[in-house]
Each structure stands twice: as structure tokens, then as C-alpha cells.
């Protein structure tokens, strides 16, 4: 196409309806999670976010710069990205300024001064700066560019990331990603995917890494601080080891390979370009974060941590949920992966760890409740029944169509959702499918009732 669809830009109102393709209109401000309404916007699909940031931890000042290559896919006259916070220098669509206005919570409404066209692609650049805002969920849990003793702890599940860069802050609406981040030389920038580079000068350094596989947002990170890195290879894929040399020695990763072949023979195929871990001294976030190939830890962790955020790498990051209430396909997977690792090496069996947890009394409704594929709101996302009992409904419906069947479904699971985006309900279908089985009772039971399930 050429002209006005060429680069999705048209050249003023003249042209409008010209090609019989309809209206301009406004993207919208959110795309209807039931969680987060605002989470993400509609009217265009990013395919690439190009972040240069420089990050001063003694004054805690970010300065950003985003180039976010997108498509539309509807007509559109004006829509938004989400950012939190920061004073904006200068906003461009197709290289000319656009006008802008920050609106309620994190929406950033970008009219540019030509109306883009569905089907074509378009460039927004940000240029941006300040303190970076944490966020608090609403468990109380903090996400975002959380600042740390020497640098900062960068995590954005479900709602973070949006406080560090413009971004579609969407799981759907997956991209690759480029990160170029200068700060103190001495210090570690760990972002998603291959490390590309990384050059000083005049007292900086700039790391450079790409993430070429579909990335969900949330996933993003670039925590930096003082690490000690290591690089080798696992599997024919660069590996990246980063510890803040403050934490207590042992070095629980030596089993990272083993555990990566592990559930490659569970699930299939590695789905990244690169695998690592992060940990960092940052007890005051209280949790670790599966961020896409290579999970930060808050603190050294143990064994079954290790596992649980690798085993996400499937479960969470190449697979993930269509909208958070889902979260359980996550978290109850990515703890059942946990049991059957340790089953793998002949210590506590998954369904010993189903028959200790399933001693717990009805009386205590809030191990049992909410259920995991009802969480009820956001502030109930991460509830320790979310993990516990969606690993249980994992291990149940192992005893339910046993180990054939079981790992057949897991492994399609993986295998046909790839980088892709998932429900419940597909799930289901998938399990009823591949057993013959009608599983209707069974997921009710031990997905949506409130009470602990007694038959399935
Ligand atoms: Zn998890």
C-alpha cells in the first residue's frame, strides 16, 4: 500500500473516508480486564519497545527515552500508552509532535496531528524523567522501580511497569524488547534476553540487551545494582547469573541447568534465547518475580523458589493469562511444578504434598477460600490459595486421568499456547479433550466452589 496506509498516517482530513475505510475514533483507555480496567489500551499492537534509560541511584533520577513501534488496528484519531509519574520533555507520533494530556491514573491520551490508519504501523518516541513512583497493589505489595541500598529492584506484575516506561501495559499485547541502560560504572544493569553489550566511558557504563522473543510487559525488568555476573551456556543459550555479592554465600543456582532440562522433558521445548536469575538484596519487596529469562529474587533463594520462577518461564511468561483473574494458571502450575521437581529427585512426592495440604480442616476457609479461579478482586491475586490450592486442582486432576493422559495435557498445554494467551475455560477444554472425559464437576469443584472439594 502506499500513501496514506503506507506508514499508517494520513495526510489530513482530506483524505478521510477515501479509501472507504471508515471513520477516525478514539482508541480506548483500557481493554476491560475485570482487575485493572485501564491495564492497556485498545486500537493498536505494539511490536517493539526500544527503552534508553540512565538511572543516577544516588539521586534516584531516571531519564528515559521510548521508541514504541506499534500497528493500528483500528482507525484511530487519538489513544493511549500508561505511565505513572515523570514530567514528559517531548512526545512525537511518526517523528511530529503530538499533543497530549495526562489523565486519570496512569493514562497518557496521545492525539498525534495526523489520524493513523488501521493496518499501519507508527512510531511513538517519549522522552521522559523523574524519581520513579512505587506502586502498592492492592495487597499491599509493592511493584515498579523499587529503589535498593545500591541500585533498584525492577519488577511490574500486575500493574509496575507502566511506572517506569510508556508501555501497553497489557499481558495480551506481548513485543520484543531493546533496553540500553547507562548508569555508575561498577554497577549491573540485569534486563531481559541476550546481553548485546556493554561499553564505559566517562565514568558510566551502558548495558545493552535485547529480548527478541514476544514478551509480556509486566515481564519486563532492568534491575541494577552491585552484582557479581556470571555468563556460561545452558542447553546452547547464553546463561546470566547475577548475585549481589552482600548476600550470604551458597549458590542454590548450580542447579539451574537441571532443572531448566528437567522441565524441558515436562513441558517441551526452553521458550527463550537466554535463561539466567537475578538476586538481589531486597528483602523489603517480600517476594521473587518471574520476569522473562532471567527471574529476580529478593533475597538468596531457596531450591523450590528457583524452580517455581524457571518453571514459569513456561507457565506465566511463554503461556500466559488473557486477563489476571486467571492467575492460577500461573501460580497453581508454577507450584505444582515446584512438588514435581522435588518428586523428580526422589524426595517429598507432588501427592504428598496434596495429602499434607488436603489435611487441612473446612473450618479454615481462608486456606480454602477464595478459589483459585475465582480470586474475587485484586486484592486477593496473589492469596496463598491461588498457589496451594491451584497446585492441588493440578495434582487432582493428575489422580483424576492419570500420568499419561496428565502429562499429555500439560505438555500440549505448553507446546500449542506458546507465546501465546490463555483462559481457563481453554484449559478445561483442553484437559476434557485429551482424557474423554467430562471434567465439568471436577473444575467446578476445585476451581470456583468456595468450600474445600470433598468429591471430584
Ligand atoms: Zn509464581
Known amino acids: 500500500m502506499a ?24 482508541g480506548s483507555s483500557g481493554l476491560g480486564d475485570p482487575y485493572f480496567p485501564l491495564a492497556g489500551n485498545g486500537g493498536y499492537d505494539v511490536a517493539n519497545y526500544s527503552l534508553h534509560l540512565g538511572y543516577d541511584p544516588g539521586s534516584k533520577q531516571l531519564s528515559g527515552s521510548a521508541l514504541i ?15 505513572r509519574g ?18 486519570s491514573g496512569q493514562e497518557l491520551v496521545i492525539t498525534p496531528s495526523h489520524g493513523l490508519r488501521a493496518g499501519g504501523s507508527f512510531t511513538v518516541s517519549v522522552a521522559y524523567s523523574g524519581v520513579p513512583q512505587v506502586v502498592t497493589d492492592p495487597d499491599g505489595s509493592i511493584e ?15 500493574q509496575g511497569s507502566p511506572s517506569w516506561y510508556p508501555v501497553n501495559d497489557n499481558p495480551q499485547d506481548k513485543a520484543t524488547f531493546d533496553f540500553e541502560v547507562t548508569v555508575p560504572e561498577g554497577l549491573t544493569v540485569m534486563a531481559n534476553g541476550v546481553l548485546v553489550s556493554n561499553r ?18 509486566y515481564l519486563a525488568t532492568a534491575t541494577l545494582g552491585r552484582f557479581d555476573l556470571t555468563v556460561s551456556q545452558v542447553g546452547g543459550i547464553p546463561s546470566y547469573i547475577a548475585i549481589d555479592p552482600t548476600l550470604p554465600s551458597g549458590n542454590v543456582f ?24 537475578v538476586a538481589d538484596n531486597a528483602p523489603e519487596v517480600g517476594y521473587s518475580l518471574e520476569t522473562q529469562t532471567k527471574p529476580v529474587f529478593d533475597r538468596m533463594p531457596d531450591e523450590a523458589t528457583v524452580a517455581h520462577e524457571l518453571s514459569h518461564m513456561w507457565l506465566g511468561d511463554s503461556v500466559t493469562l488473557s486477563q489476571w483473574p486467571d492467575i492460577w494458571l500461573h501460580e497453581g502450575f508454577a507450584t505444582w511444578s515446584e512438588w514435581i ?27 480454602w477460600t477464595p478459589p483459585p479461579g475465582d ?36 505438555r500440549t498445554w505448553v507446546q500449542e499456547n506458546r507465546y501465546g494467551n490463555v483462559t481457563t475455560p481453554q484449559f478445561i477444554a483442553l484437559a476434557e479433550k485429551t482424557s474423554g472425559m467430562d471434567l465439568d464437576h471436577f473444575f467446578d469443584v476445585w476451581l470456583y466452589r468456595p468450600e474445600k472439594p470433598t468429591s471430584w
Open 144 to 158: 515498579g522501580w523499587v529503589p535498593t541500598a545500591d541500585g533498584a529492584f525492577v519488577v511490574g506484575e500486575p
Open 86 to 103: 515523570f514530567t514528559i520533555s517531548e512526545l512525537t507520533v511518526n517523528g511530529s509532535p503530538a499533543t497530549y494530556e495526562r489523565a
Open 375 to 410: 480470586p474475587g478482586n485484586a486484592a486477593h491475586l496473589f492469596d496463598g490459595t491461588i498457589y496451594n490450592r491451584g497446585a492441588m486442582t493440578v495434582q487432582a486432576l493428575r489422580q483424576k486421568v492419570g500420568d499419561d493422559t496428565f502429562f499429555r495435557i500439560m
Open 200 to 217: 564505559s566511558a566517562g565514568g558510566r557504563t551502558t548495558w545493552v540487551w535485547r529480548e527478541s522473543d514476544p514478551m509480556a510487559p
Open 254 to 277: 548450580r542447579k539451574l541447568p537441571a532443572i531448566v532440562e528437567f522441565y524441558e522433558s515436562i513441558y517441551g521445548p526452553y521458550p527463550f534465547n537466554a535463561v539466567g536469575s
Open 69 to 83: 513501534t506499534a500497528t493500528a488496528t483500528q482507525n484511530l484519531s487519538r489513544f493511549d500508552l500508561d505511565l
Open 341 to 367: 521437581w522435588s518428586e523428580h529427585n526422589g524426595q517429598k512426592s507432588a501427592q504428598s504434598y496434596f495429602d499434607t495440604l488436603y489435611n487441612t480442616p473446612a473450618s479454615k476457609t481462608s486456606f
Open 3 to 26: 500513501g496514506c496506509a503506507d506508514r499508517g498516517v494520513c495526510a489530513g482530513p482530506g483524505q478521510r473516508g477515501e479509501r472507504g475505510s471508515g471513520q477516525l475514533s478514539p
